[in-house]
T-cell receptor, first 112, second 113 residues
Framework: GQQLNQSPQSMFIQEGEDVSMNCTSSSIFNTWLWYKQEPGEGPVLLIALYKAGELTSNGRLTAQFGITRKDSFLNISASIPSDVGIYFC????????????FGKGITLSVRP | DAGVIQSPRHEVTEMGQEVTLRCKPISGHDYLFWYRQTMMRGLELLIYFNNNVPIDDSGMPEDRFSAKMPNASFSTLKIQPSEPRDSAVYFC???????????FGPGTRLTVL
């Protein structure tokens, strides 16, 4: 089946630093999504990308849909302590009943 | 809107017992999804419904798992009999359509002893 690869499993950065996360797939997706999960909560959508090459920002977050449609990245600039959490990428193909495939997530820690 | 509501938030049970997890989707959402999250396998889609009808249950691990959606505002995921390897966080999510944003509930943390 389709799989999304996110690595490393954990990242540790200093407050104020920028961080970049990558997500790759062996399959083509038509939609790429980035979610954040905080402890004890469900994932929350951060950014959705619908077109190859698309670059979208949401505050300090920027994400891009790779040209090959097999990858995406998420950048967080000027990190703050509340950025801690698990960041998931998810891909979706077209089709009436297509479903999301999630990566295993990257746990981000921010040192004050 | 209260968002997706799940109950219970935590469930501890013994192996062999029946477990029922509950979900109330966001009003007006036609799609409901059940996911399981573990450290080893991440987030896995178990089953999803469209207008109360199961569309894809290929992620349901085995016959011990069953899901129902008797009406637009309620769904259950049942495990009978439960096993220790079923221990995980189970999420319910809902959306307007299969391609729209999925809104997740807070999850049910299940521990099977």
């Amino acid at each position: 089946g389709q799989q999304l690869n996110q690595s490393p499993q954990s990242m540790f950065i200093q407050e104020g630093e920028d961080v970049s996360m990558n997500c790759t797939s062996s399959s083509i997706f038509n939609t790429w999504l980035w979610y954040k999960q905080e402890p004890g909560e469900g994932p929350v959508l951060l950014i959705a990308l619908y077109k190859a090459g698309e670059l979208t920002s949401n505050g300090r977050l920027t994400a891009q849909f790779g040209i090959t449609r097999k990858d995406s990245f998420l950048n967080i600039s000027a990190s703050i302590p509340s950025d801690v959490g698990i960041y998931f990428c998810a891909g979706q193909s077209h089709g009436a009943n297509s479903k999301l495939t999630f990566g295993k997530g990257i746990t981000l820690s921010v040192r004050p | 809107d209260a968002g997706v509501i799940q109950s219970p938030r935590h469930e501890v049970t013994e192996m062999g017992q029946e477990v029922t997890l509950r979900c109330k989707p966001i009003s007006g959402h036609d799609y409901l999804f059940w996911y399981r999250q573990t450290m080893m396998r991440g987030l896995e889609l178990l089953i999803y419904f469209n207008n109360n009808v199961p569309i894809d249950d290929s992620g349901m691990p085995e016959d011990r798992f069953s899901a129902k959606m008797p009406n637009a505002s309620f769904s259950t995921l049942k495990i009978q009999p439960s096993e220790p390897r079923d221990s995980a966080v189970y999420f319910c999510a809902s959306s307007f359509s299969v391609t729209n944003e999925q809104f997740f509930g807070p999850g049910t943390r299940l521990t099977v002893l």
